[in-house]
T-cell receptor, first 110, second 115 residues
Framework: DAKTTQPNSMESNEEEPVHLPCNHSTISGTDYIHWYRQLPSQGPEYVIHGLTSNVNNRMASLAIAEDRKSSTLILHRATLRDAAVYYCILRDTGNEKLTFGTGTRLTIIP | DTGVSQNPRHKITKRGQNVTFRCDPISEHNRLYWYRQTLGQGPEFLTYFQNEAQLEKSRLLSDRFSAERPKGSFSTLEIQRTEQGDSAMYLC?????????????FGSGTRLTVV
């Protein structure tokens, strides 16, 4: 599986936008970029995914670089409930398993 | 639908005992996955089912581990002769095959402590 690189931790102030980066320089043409987050004592929760174009949903936006070697998850207005570990995962359409790294631990400062 | 349900939430067992965990997926989901997560690490894939067929197993799934999904509904994960290294969170997830681009839905997990 192609590998992703994320910062170990980030902090953001409440009610401000958060940009969580992910590098995936060895991404292949059939890899989708998926983001999950894991709140304390919970299982991972699907956030968003994309292939080439930027994507928006009710939870977040995903900005994908033109060369697809990096992406950024954008939380438009962070709340305390967004404090979690965020995982950036590459998933080929023919591959059923998700390969998680150690993710980015996001702390929200009130 | 209440999502993916896992029982029990917590299990403490003595080394050498057998344990069994249950996962009830979202009812219309035909794919079911088991993952294991140790402290400070991301979840690791163990195995997955499509309906009742077990289609892939990780090398992490030693011969002490067995998973079943009779009738393609709920699934059980059994660990025989538990070892302290089996202490972890065991997560179950489900998805719908025809929505391959959609994410998985995970349960809240079963935390196993082997003493």
């Amino acid at each position: 599986d192609a590998k992703t690189t994320q910062p170990n931790s980030m902090e953001s102030n409440e009610e401000e936008p958060v940009h969580l980066p992910c590098n995936h320089s060895t991404i292949s043409g059939t890899d989708y970029i998926h983001w999950y987050r894991q709140l304390p004592s919970q299982g991972p929760e699907y956030v968003i995914h994309g292939l080439t174009s930027n994507v928006n949903n009710r939870m977040a936006s995903l900005a994908i670089a033109e060369d697809r070697k990096s992406s950024t998850l954008i939380l438009h207005r962070a709340t305390l409930r967004d404090a979690a570990v965020y995982y950036c995962i590459l998933r080929d359409t023919g591959n059923e398993k998700l390969t998680f790294g150690t993710g980015t631990r996001l702390t929200i400062i009130p | 639908d209440t999502g993916v349900s896992q029982n029990p939430r917590h299990k403490i067992t003595k080394r050498g005992q057998n344990v069994t965990f249950r996962c009830d997926p979202i009812s219309e989901h035909n794919r079911l996955y088991w993952y294991r997560q140790t402290l400070g690490q991301g979840p690791e894939f163990l195995t997955y089912f499509q309906n009742e067929a077990q289609l892939e197993k990780s090398r992490l799934l030693s011969d002490r581990f067995s998973a079943e999904r009779p009738k393609g509904s709920f699934s059980t994960l059994e660990i025989q002769r538990t070892e302290q290294g089996d202490s972890a969170m065991y997560l179950c997830a489900s998805s719908l095959l025809r929505d391959r681009a959609v994410g998985y839905t995970f349960g809240s997990g079963t935390r196993l402590t082997v003493v």
